[in-house]
């Protein structure tokens, strides 16, 4: 039995606003999360109090605070998921040997946020801060497999752009290697970003089931010939999998 009802409408609250494309009427809101309409009202007036909601009188409809965006803001500031992700990306280097990444969507480019290697290896280009075509990383491919078709398709407009010469160059031929990503799990390139050089990479989920980041083993394509690539790939998986959970994250699920 839930403990804690007032607590965990109250949540439900901020998290129906923050999904919304903008302020919601107090009717709509009670009916998705099943609260009668005068409870509702109760509630809205009490986090209002506290600047977590505000209301729009001209439209009576409610949206998020001033207290929603500070809190927000200070979980941009405290870094959660690099600090969730750093030790899963250590034993990972660990259990490897190869250099491992943390990276997420930046519009249709990959962002690294974090990079972990063994004492004395080599550098790559691929260095905290940089920024690559996501199309071409695995991390990239591993998020973009689990985009909504709509989504997908505002990213690429046009074609698509290569490094090596290499790669898909159309969102048909994109869509192709996503849908074969997303059904085994796991994305790799083959030296689409650096000869010589290829990854292999799964992604983490949030709570709403989206691709909220991706893990990426990188290594010399002549230490790995592919048919080791499955095995690399299952660990790679693990480790995403464990992200996933200590981001309070789930599995999309099959329909989506």
Same mark, same amino acid.
């Given at each position: 039995m839930d403990q804690v009802p007032a607590a965990r409408r109250t949540l439900? !609250?901020?998290? !129906? *606003?923050?999904?919304?494309?903008? %302020? *919601?009427p107090a009717s709509v809101i009670a009916r998705e999360l099943r609260v009668p309409r005068s409870s509702m009202y109760h509630l809205l007036a009490a986090m209002a109090e506290d600047g977590f909601v505000a209301y729009v009188p001209e439209e009576r409809r409610w949206g998020l605070g001033v207290a929603a965006f500070e809190v927000g803001s200070a979980y941009l500031r405290h870094g959660p998921l690099e600090r969730l992700a750093r030790p899963l990306l250590r034993r990972l280097v660990d259990r490897t040997g190869e250099i491992v990444q943390l990276g997420v969507l930046h519009g249709a480019e990959t962002l690294y946020l974090l990079k972990e290697q063994p004492r004395g290896h080599a550098t790559l280009v691929t260095d905290v801060g940089v920024r690559l075509p996501a199309h071409l990383t695995a991390s990239g491919r591993s998020l973009l497999a689990h985009l909504p078709p709509a989504q997908l398709r505002a990213l690429y407009p046009g074609p698509l752009v290569d490094r090596t010469g290499r790669g898909p160059a159309t969102l048909t031929a994109l869509r192709r290697d996503l849908a074969t990503d997303a059904a085994r799990g796991w994305s790799a390139e083959d030296g689409l970003v650096t000869e010589g050089f290829a990854s292999i990479a799964a992604c983490a989920f949030d709570h709403t089931g989206h691709p909220a980041a991706a893990l990426t083993v990188t290594f010399a394509r002549? &230490?790995? /010939? %592919? &048919?080791?690539? /499955?095995? *690399?790939?299952?660990r790679v998986r693990t480790t995403a999998t464990a992200l996933t959970a200590r981001l309070a994250g789930r599995p999309p699920r099959p329909d989506t």
């Open positions: 439900g !609250v901020l998290r !129906v *606003l923050a999904a919304s494309a903008g %302020p *919601l002549a &230490d790995r /010939p %592919p &048919d080791s690539w /499955p095995a *690399l790939a299952a």
